[in-house]
Nanobody, 118 residues
Framework: QVQLVESGGGLVQPGGSLRLSCAASGSGFSVNDMGWYRQAPGKQRELVASISSSSRTHYADSAKGRFTISRDNAKNTVYLQMNSLKPEDTAVYYC????????????WGQGTQVTVSS
């Protein structure tokens, strides 16, 4: 059984920074693309950033220049460094991973709340 466990959310003032982490745990699997999504109240879940197993990255326009996604393949962990945070970044952030056991399947983390407020 593969699980994604997230950490690093919290309350931060506008202009501040947070770093989210998401680790895939279990055995006998490999991980392809990993990504971060977010969902604000009353809005649809949206992609924030993604990273391939070869570390090719993709960012939503709202994240470009402020957020950095990275991964540690040895630890099956993906990170999201968020700088210059704005109130509109407030949302529940979800980790997503394409995990291969026998077949490839999408897994989601439990979500971590990020609140940007003074």
């Amino acid at each position: 059984q593969v699980q994604l466990v997230e950490s690093g959310g919290g309350l931060v003032q506008p202009g501040g920074s947070l770093r989210l982490s998401c680790a895939a745990s279990g055995s006998g699997f490999s991980v392809n693309d990993m990504g971060w999504y977010r969902q604000a109240p009353g809005k649809q879940r949206e992609l924030v950033a993604s990273i391939s197993s070869s570390s090719r990255t993709h960012y939503a326009d709202s994240a470009k220049g402020r957020f950095t996604i990275s991964r540690d393949n040895a630890k099956n962990t993906v990170y999201l460094q968020m700088n210059s945070l704005k109130p509109e970044d407030t949302a529940v952030y979800y980790c997503n991973a394409e995990v291969v056991v026998i077949f490839q399947r999408n897994y989601w983390g439990q979500g971590t709340q990020v609140t940007v407020s003074s």
